[in-house]
């Protein structure tokens, strides 16, 4: 069972910035893909970001130009920078990491934008 670790959430005015951090209990190379995502109340939760064991990259288009994934691999650990925050980003943020016919999730880090 791969335990995740996720921080950095918190509350910001609009405008702002956070980084969210996951760092798994194994080796990120253990992984084909490490992404963020996000349940608003009421929602489904959908797809923020995610990166791949290559380094390629897919966001969301609602978040396209303002959000950053990326990982650390010498502190085995995957970022989410979040730049411009609006008050529709705000919500329940979940690292998940994939790897063949398995799937892990963290336990979530609530991030909400508000003045």
């Known amino acids: 069972q791969v335990q995740l670790v996720e921080s950095g959430g918190g509350l910001v005015q609009p405008g702002g910035s956070l980084r969210l951090t996951c760092v798994p209990s194994e080796s990120i190379f253990n992984f084909a893909a490490m992404g963020w995502y996000r349940q608003a109340p009421g929602k489904q939760r959908e797809l923020a970001a995610i990166i791949t064991i290559g380094g390629s990259t897919t966001y969301t288009d609602v978040v396209k130009g303002r959000f950053t994934i990326s990982r650390d691999n010498a502190k085995n650990t995957v970022y989410l920078q979040m730049n411009s925050l609006k008050p529709e980003d705000t919500a329940a943020y979940y690292c998940?990491?994939?790897?063949?016919?398995?799937?892990?999730w963290g336990q979530g880090t609530q991030v909400t934008v508000s003045s």
């Open positions: 998940k990491v994939v790897r063949v016919r398995q799937e892990y």
